[in-house]
């Protein structure tokens, strides 16, 4: 089959003929329709610190993918929750059931998670095979929406964790693509305000698209005191930091309420200066760090909200590129002129 091969260690990708993966006991053996990429894919490409540090090349490159289920190991079957033919996505951590935040319905930083198109081959090929229990039947969700369900569930995560978006106010922080999903989910999930800043103007657009009622450009807003002008002079309920630039977390922490919430999915490349006792402990804000997506919670709200209609993550969708032209989808996501890149595999 081909795939998108990272063969060693340094910048780029390769499409190689590979052999179709094996089919373990326990299995799903998934014909891929449509791949994600990703900013991962992207620090994989250029081979970056945290790339060089992870990844044991080769391996084949993503994450995010839906596809038609070609085969299932005997365990798989006799299971009956799965059948040849079905159209699925899949949750890409791959976690251990058995450390201590996996028992305690945290496996989402299951201390042995290992990433598809990471830690071992990804979505970036003709076939990947998954664990079962890993495997999500779209049960008529389109593939091409299937295919950044993994993005998309960090938004939901994003947006959900803290439980009280009806009827709030919710700063988004950062508009790339899961920027932009989260723009939809708060929206989706009831708030009354969803506020949109990123620098980039053609994200602001995008972020319109998906619903924010005010875009707001640092470049030239004052974001805080918009956000504050907008609540009354309170701030907001919710800030969903996304972009990972220490501005940006600064602005979170003023642009949120007392007693508010800042839910972190932005990772920053380097420490940042907090001054604790003024913007969190006086404040009296809770933080959170999002990782990944809460094996299964996430998951069901999101398909709940895309069957029903209340969230659509298309308007985000801005390009798509056959497999061998990876080099083009990265760089136009390296040109920060794309929302979601997708590649058309089957
Ligand atoms: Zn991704
Ligand atoms: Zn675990």
Redesign the pocket.
């Known amino acids: 089959m081909r795939a998108l091969v990272k063969v060693s260690a340094g910048p780029g990708m390769e499409v190689r003929e590979v052999p179709i993966p094996s089919c373990g006991p326990s299995d799903a053996l998934i014909k891929v329709h449509y791949a994600?990429v990703?900013?991962?894919d992207l620090h994989i490409w250029e081979w970056d610190a945290w790339a060089a540090g992870r990844l044991k090349p080769p391996v084949t490159i993503g994450?995010?993918f839906a596809g038609e289920i070609v085969e299932l190991g005997p365990e798989a079957k006799a299971e009956g929750l799965l059948a040849i033919g079905d159209l699925v996505t899949a949750e890409g951590h791959i976690v251990c059931g058995h450390c201590l935040p996996c028992r305690t319905g945290d496996a989402h930083v299951c201390r042995r998670t290992r990433i598809i198109g990471v830690d071992r081959d990804g979505a970036f090929a003709e076939y990947i095979t998954m664990p079962a229990s890993n495997v999500m039947k779209l049960d008529g969700i389109p593939p091409e929406i299937g295919a950044i369900m993994?993005?998309m569930g960090n938004a939901v995560h994003t947006v959900l964790e803290g439980g009280n978006v009806p009827g709030s106010a919710v700063l988004v922080l950062g508009c790339g693509p899961i920027g932009c999903f989260a723009v939809g989910v708060a929206r989706a999930a009831g708030a009354s305000l969803v506020i949109a800043s990123d620098y980039n103007p053609m994200r602001l657009e995008l972020a319109r698209k998906m619903g924010a009622h005010v875009t707001l450009n640092p470049g030239s807003d004052d974001v805080v005191a918009k956000c504050r002008e907008l609540t009354g002079g309170e701030g907001v309920d919710l800030v969903c930091e996304m972009s990972g630039h220490p501005a940006g977390h600064q602005t979170a922490f003023s642009a949120a309420r007392l007693g508010g919430r800042v839910n972190f999915l932005g990772t920053p490349a380097k420490t940042t200066d907090v001054n604790f006792a003024r913007d969190v402990i006086f404040k009296g804000l809770t933080l959170y760090g999002v990782t990944g997506r809460r094996m299964y919670d996430t998951w069901q709200q999101m398909f709940r909200l895309l069957r029903a209609g209340q969230l659509d993550p298309r308007p985000t969708v801005t390009h798509r590129f056959p497999l061998e032209r990876i080099a083009d989808a990265i760089q136009v996501i390296k040109e920060g002129q794309a929302g979601k890149v997708i590649l058309e595999i089957a």
Do not use: F, L, S, V
């Open positions: 994600g990703c900013g991962t994450h995010e993994d993005p």
